[in-house]
């Protein structure tokens, strides 16, 4: 799975990792701590104050994953999940 954070860097991680959205919340600190420091305080802001959601994108579609989302089931191999700030 590709996760894109709200700067647009990609980061690949395991589809296990990726099952709901307690669990990929629980890893944005490691994903996040990959990023330039000022793109990381710059998101952890957004997150920190719960304004921020995850996103399938597909490229023709854009399916919004909420903690109550079927969708998390459905992941693959490839997906790109985009984590925006709101």
Known sequence: VVV?????EEHNM??????????LRGFLPGIL???RPDKRHIQEWYIDRGQYDFVIDSGTNITQLTRESDDWSTLQKGTRIVLRAI
Do not use: I
Request: overall charge negative.
């Open 4 to 8: 894109v954070d709200a700067t647009g």
């Open 14 to 23: 395991l589809l296990e990792h990726c099952r709901s959205f307690e669990q």
């Open 33 to 35: 701590e990959k990023c």
